[in-house]
C-alpha cells in the first residue's frame, strides 16, 4: 500500500486470500500481525476444514522465547484485526516446515487437534458459561457455541439480543444490558460481565388468582384509542397464507383452529369498556371460534381476492381478533388466509402460530387431540405485569420514570416533521392506503457491509440505519433524523412461545449534521441505538403521551420514516411448516396494501446453504397519498446506491455519496449542453428548479 508520503509498505504476498463465511481474507496480513507480537518468531496462517463447511483459521506460531500464551495472541489479533480475521485456534511449533527451496511448505503443516465447540472455539469451563452457551445456541438456532464465538458474527442482532438478555435474566437471575452484549458478544466475555450485572427484575409469572379486571396492554390502549379515532383499519391486519396442495382435512382443520384460539387466549380477546375504561375480555373458545367459509376462487383472481379479504376491517370491540378464510382452487388445491388483528399477535407471534396449527391439525388429522405443553402465562398476565412492573411514572425511582427521563433528552427538540420529497401534498387526515416497491442488494455489498459492521462495533441494523440517515439527509430531510423501528418486547423467558403484542416501537435519532464520514455517522448511530435498547421498555404510546408532541392526524408522531432489518421471522415462520399429513404446504404471498407510516424499509437477510451473504432483499412501502410509485422506486434505488458506496467505501463523506441516477446525470448534461443557449441566469436557474 501507498503511504501518505509516498513510500510503499510491503504487506505480503496476495496469493494466500481464502474466504471464510462470506469475508476474503488475506492470510498474509493475519501471519503479520502474528510476528508482530514480541513472542512470535514466525507464524503461518492456513484454512482447515475437518467437517465439511466448517472452515476455521488456524494459526502455527513459532516462539521467539518459550510457549507464547495463545489467549494473549489471540486478544493481540483481535485488537488489530476484525473478529472475522481471528484465528480459531493456534498450534506452536518449534520451526514452520519449508520446501527444498525454502518456502513455506502448507502442506506439512501438521492437522490441529480436536476441538469441541461448533466453531472450534474454547469449550465451557465453568457451569455458568455452559448455561451461556446453551442459551445463545438456543437463541440463534445453531447446534452449538464455544465460548469464543461472537454472537453477532453468528447471525446475531438487536431484536436476538433482547431475546438473549430476557433468556440470561431467567436461567441465571442477572440483568444484563444490550449494550453489555454488543460490548462483550462472546460467552467468555459476557460471563466475566455477569459478576457486576444487577439483580434480575421481577419474573413474569402466572396470576393467581387473576383479577376479574385485567387492563389493557400500553400497545394495545393505543390501539383502541386509534379504533375510537378512525375506526377498524386495515393498517393493522397481520395476514398470512397458506397454500395447501393434496387431501385437506376440513374437519380436522377447523378443529385445530379450535385448539389454536384455546390455547393462546390473545385470540379470543375483545376490547370493553367501564366506568374505569378499556379492559380485556377474554372469551369462551366457542364464542371466537373463527368460521371457515369456503370459496372457490380462479388462479388468476386469487392475489386480488386475497389482498380484498386481508384489507377488511377487524373491530377490537366485537370481533374476535382472528378470522380464517379458505378458498377452493380445485378438490386438491386450497389457500387458508389468516387475518389476525395486531392487537393480538406480532411477527415474532408467527412463529409459534404456525407451530401450533401444524401440531394441532396433525394431532386433529391422527383423530387425537393435540398432546402439547402448557404455556406457562398468557397475555393477561402479561398485561398486568407489564403495568406493576414499570411502577408509577409519580415514583422517580420507578423504571418508567428513569427511562421517560433517558427519552425525554434524548428526543428533545425533535423536528415534527420529516420533510420528505413527497409527490403530493399532506392531507389534513392521512389515509392508510399505500403500496411497496422491491429492491436487491448484492451478495458482494452485502458481505461489505457485514464487514463493516463487524469492523466497527456494529450491527448490520446499525450500519443500514445509517445509509438510510445518510440518504434521508441527501433528499432534503435535514440533518437531524428520527427513524422508527420494532424491538422484539419479549424480554422474558415465559414469553417466547406465546401468541400476542408485544413489540415496541423505538425512535433512532441520527445527527447527520458537519458531513461527517460514513464510519464516522455510524459510530454515533452506534451510541444512540445501544443507550436506546438499553431504555426499551417505555411503551412507544406512553412515550408519545409523555413528550406531547405537536399533534396532527396527517402524520404519525415522532417520526414518519420506519426500518426493519432482518424483518424475515413471518416468511420463515411460515416456510418452515413443510409438509402435513397428506398435504405439501408452502406460504403465498397477501399483502394490506396499507401504510402505517410514509416510508416503512424493510430489508431481509439472505445466505447460501454455506452461511455465506447471499444479498439483501427489501422493500420500501410508501402512502399512495404521498408518493406516486416512480418515486417511491427511486427512493428504493438511492438506497441501494448509498449501501454499495459505503460497502466499497466506508471512509467517503456522506455528502460525497453519488445518489443521482443515470438518467438525471444524462438530462443534466444535456440540458447544460444545449438548453443554455440564449438563456439567461436567472431563466436557466428557474428551468433546474422546474
Known amino acids: 500500500r501507498r503511504l501518505r508520503d509516498g513510500g510503499l509498505e510491503y504487506l505480503g504476498r496476495a496469493d494466500h486470500q481464502v474466504k471464510i463465511r462470506g469475508f476474503r481474507i488475506e492470510l498474509g496480513e493475519i501471519e503479520a500481525t502474528l510476528v508482530a507480537h514480541p513472542a512470535v518468531a514466525g507464524a503461518a496462517v492456513v484454512v482447515h476444514e475437518d467437517r465439511p463447511g466448517d472452515k476455521r483459521l488456524v494459526a502455527y506460531v513459532v516462539p521467539a522465547d518459550g510457549a507464547p500464551d495463545h489467549r494473549a495472541l489471540r486478544e493481540h489479533v483481535a485488537a488489530e484485526l476484525p473478529e472475522y480475521m481471528v484465528p480459531s485456534q493456534f498450534v506452536s511449533l518449534d520451526v514452520l516446515p519449508l520446501t527444498p527451496n525454502g518456502k513455506l511448505d502448507r502442506k506439512a503443516l501438521p492437522a490441529p487437534g480436536p476441538i469441541s465447540g461448533a466453531s472450534a472455539g474454547r469449550a465451557p469451563r465453568t457451569a455458568r458459561e455452559e448455561i451461556l452457551c446453551t442459551l445463545f445456541a438456543d437463541v440463534l438456532g445453531v447446534a452449538q457455541v464455544t465460548v469464543d464465538d461472537d454472537f453477532f458474527a453468528l447471525g446475531g442482532h438487536s431484536l436476538l439480543a433482547t431475546r438473549l438478555i430476557g433468556r440470561i435474566r431467567a436461567a441465571l437471575g442477572a440483568e444484563l444490558s444490550v449494550r453489555a452484549l454488543f460490548e462483550a458478544p462472546t460467552v467468555a466475555e459476557l460471563a466475566r460481565r455477569l459478576g457486576t450485572a444487577d439483580t434480575a427484575r421481577t419474573a413474569l409469572t402466572r396470576a393467581e388468582p387473576r383479577p376479574e379486571r385485567v387492563p389493557l396492554s400500553y400497545a394495545q390502549q393505543r390501539l383502541w384509542f386509534l379504533q375510537h379515532l378512525q375506526g377498524p383499519s386495515p393498517a393493522y391486519n397481520i395476514p398470512a397464507a397458506l397454500r395447501l396442495s393434496g387431501d385437506l382435512d376440513h374437519d380436522a382443520l377447523r378443529a385445530a383452529l379450535l385448539d389454536l384460539v384455546t390455547r393462546h387466549e390473545s385470540l379470543r380477546t375483545v376490547f370493553a369498556e367501564d366506568t374505569e375504561g378499556p379492559r380485556q375480555q377474554i372469551l369462551h373458545p366457542a364464542e371466537a371460534l373463527p368460521g371457515l367459509p369456503v370459496e372457490g376462487v380462479t388462479e388468476d383472481r386469487l392475489d386480488a381476492v386475497l389482498a380484498d379479504a386481508a384489507r377488511a376491517g377487524l373491530d377490537l370491540t366485537a370481533d374476535a381478533p382472528l378470522r380464517a378464510r379458505l378458498y377452493a382452487l380445485g378438490t386438491r388445491e386450497h389457500v387458508l388466509l389468516l387475518v389476525i388483528h395486531h392487537a393480538a399477535t406480532d411477527g415474532w407471534s408467527l412463529q409459534p402460530l404456525a407451530r401450533d396449527l401444524v401440531t394441532a391439525y396433525a394431532a386433529r388429522a391422527d383423530g387425537r387431540a393435540p398432546d402439547w405443553a402448557p404455556l406457562p402465562v398468557q397475555y393477561a398476565d402479561y398485561s398486568l405485569w407489564q403495568h406493576t412492573h414499570l411502577g408509577s411514572e409519580d415514583d422517580p425511582d420507578s423504571a418508567i420514570s428513569r427511562q421517560l427521563a433517558h427519552w425525554s433528552a ?215 397519498d404521498l408518493f406516486d410509485r416512480h418515486t417511491a422506486d427511486t427512493v428504493a434505488e438511492r438506497f441501494v446506491r448509498v449501501l454499495t458506496a459505503v460497502a466499497e467505501r466506508p471512509s467517503v463523506r456522506i455528502g460525497e455519496v453519488d445518489v443521482l441516477l443515470g438518467d438525471e446525470w444524462v438530462s443534466s448534461a444535456g440540458e447544460s449542453a444545449s438548453g443554455g443557449v440564449g438563456s439567461t441566469v436567472s431563466e436557466l436557474f428557474e428551468a433546474r428548479v422546474a
Do not use: C, W
Open 410 to 624: 434524548a428526543l428533545a427538540g425533535l423536528p415534527a416533521e420529516l420533510n420528505l420529497p413527497t409527490d403530493h401534498p399532506r392531507p389534513l387526515v392521512a389515509s392508510e392506503n399505500g403500496d411497496e416497491v422491491a429492491f436487491e442488494v448484492p451478495a458482494q455489498v452485502h458481505e461489505g457491509l457485514l464487514r463493516l459492521a463487524h469492523g466497527s462495533g456494529a450491527s448490520l441494523f446499525m450500519v443500514v440505519q445509517t445509509a438510510l440517515a445518510a440518504l434521508l439527509t441527501r433528499l432534503g430531510a435535514g440533518d437531524d433524523i428520527p427513524v422508527g423501528t420494532p424491538v422484539a418486547g419479549r424480554n422474558d423467558e415465559a414469553l417466547e412461545d406465546l401468541i400476542g403484542f408485544f413489540v415496541n416501537t423505538l425512535v433512532l435519532r441520527t445527527d447527520t449534521s458537519g458531513n461527517p464520514t460514513f464510519t464516522e455517522l455510524l459510530d454515533r448511530v452506534r451510541t444512540t441505538d445501544l443507550a436506546a435498547y438499553d431504555h426499551q421498555d417505555v411503551p412507544f404510546e406512553r412515550l408519545v403521551d409523555a413528550l406531547n408532541p405537536e399533534r396532527s392526524l396527517g402524520r404519525h408522531p415522532l417520526f414518519q420514516v420506519s426500518l426493519t432489518v432482518d424483518g424475515s421471522d413471518r416468511q420463515s415462520a411460515l416456510d418452515t411448516v413443510g409438509q402435513l399429513p397428506g398435504l405439501t404446504v408452502t406460504r403465498h404471498p397477501v399483502s394490506t396494501r396499507a401504510a402505517k407510516f410514509d416510508l416503512s424499509f424493510v430489508v431481509e437477510e439472505r445466505h447460501g446453504d454455506d452461511g455465506a451473504p447471499a444479498g439483501l432483499r427489501g422493500a420500501v412501502e410508501f402512502r399512495t
